[in-house]
């Protein structure tokens, strides 16, 4: 594999800045310095960056080729000009076919340590090449029709070779998630308004409700034991996996049984590629089997219905919000845990439900600052965008995309 001196890839990646829009600059520069707020990028000791494997990764991302129908990019459900996701309930695949789950931002994905809401896949790299095969996603029967579009292709041929020095019959579905992956690897969004008063020094960075909705997340309302916030850096994540309620009623009283059926499946398949296209198939087209959550992977009982704590950064514009994507709103997601994690106060409580969620006896001013605070964790780049969402919208906006059907984005640069 051909390895550029870093200095040498980041000055690439400020040239291609020129012909790819301000984005690609922008990119390369939270590389070598992560933006107030964030770590440094993990990147793996085999798969080092350079400005050429971003751009192909980029391209990789936005190509709907790589799906049954011609029409389903990573971009159509993960589209820049909405903060990478699809703010959908549950996304659309080819055909217009629903999974059960609700698409994660990919913005900042890199820092977590598994990927997908049960963290089936361990890395980026392995995320990548499940949706084109899956059934409700790129519906392709296996990857080779990809390769073939590549190998054929003149500007794919001239960048695989100039990224990996391969010839056309030696690139692999490997070399494609691995370009994808690194382009990934460069979405990553810091300095918010919350990154500017923790970190920056700035008093007025938040307003005064928005300072009094950061106390109630790390003391009162104890978000902060699962979306960490920490000294020099905040992930809001714990990279664990926790019940808190969400769409336990689905399988409420019949989760053994659901178990049973999933394992039986799972222990018929052979190998460890077949067992991870097997459990992305059978969580994303069986709504039972999707509320199993971390189960799936741990065959731990005491994993049913535990999902991966999300990041926040960017969370007023990634509606709907939790796996299933049930809750339209951040009002409601605050509701929901100031009901001790279920939507009304009334209703019952799933089993399986984490010690960390009880009810929170938060005031309506203590709520709406628990909102404001949320609100704060938007980063520059999408600022523009949050400023067309405004929260009243929102819920508006979920109703009108989920009739609307979707729209592969051309290259999915800003509006
Ligand atoms: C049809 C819509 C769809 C397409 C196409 C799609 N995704 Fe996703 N993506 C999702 C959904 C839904 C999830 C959550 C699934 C789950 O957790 O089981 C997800 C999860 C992810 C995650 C995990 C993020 C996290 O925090 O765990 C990453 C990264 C990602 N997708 C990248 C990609 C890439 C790269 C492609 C193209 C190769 C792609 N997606 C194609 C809908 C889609
Ligand atoms: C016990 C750990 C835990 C605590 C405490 C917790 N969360 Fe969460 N949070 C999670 C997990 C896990 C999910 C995903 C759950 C799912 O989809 O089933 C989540 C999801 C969310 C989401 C949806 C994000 C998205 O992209 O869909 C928001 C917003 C959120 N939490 C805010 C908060 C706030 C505000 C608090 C404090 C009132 C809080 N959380 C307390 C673990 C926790």
Known sequence: MKRKPLILAMTGAISAGLLHGPTLAAKAADQAQPPLGLPPVP??????QTAAKIALGDKLFHDTRFSADGKVACSTCHAREKAFTDNLTTSKGFRGLTGTRNAPTVINAAYMQSQFWDGREPDLEGQAKQPPINPVEGGLPNHEPILAVIRQDPDYRKSFKEVFDLKPEQITEDHVAKAIASFERTVIAGD???DRYQYGGNPKALNASQKRGLELFRLKARCASCHTVE????LFTDNRFHNIGIGFKAIAGREPAIAEKFLRMKHASNGSDAVAEMIDKAVLSDK??????RFVITEDFSDIGAFKTPTLRNVALTFPYMH???LKTLSEVVDFYNNGGRVNP???LTPFLSGGIKPLDLSDEEKADLVAFLESLTSPQYQALARKTSRKTAKAAVDNSNT???KATAGGKNP
């Open 231 to 234: 000294h020099t850096q905040s």
């Open 43 to 48: 990147i793996p000791a085999d798969n080092p």
């Open 404 to 406: 609307g059907g979707h």
């Open 346 to 348: 009334d209703d019952p």
């Open 192 to 194: 918010s308004p919350f």
């Open 288 to 293: 039972e089997i999707s509320e199993l959550g």
């Open 324 to 326: 299933d994507g049930s």
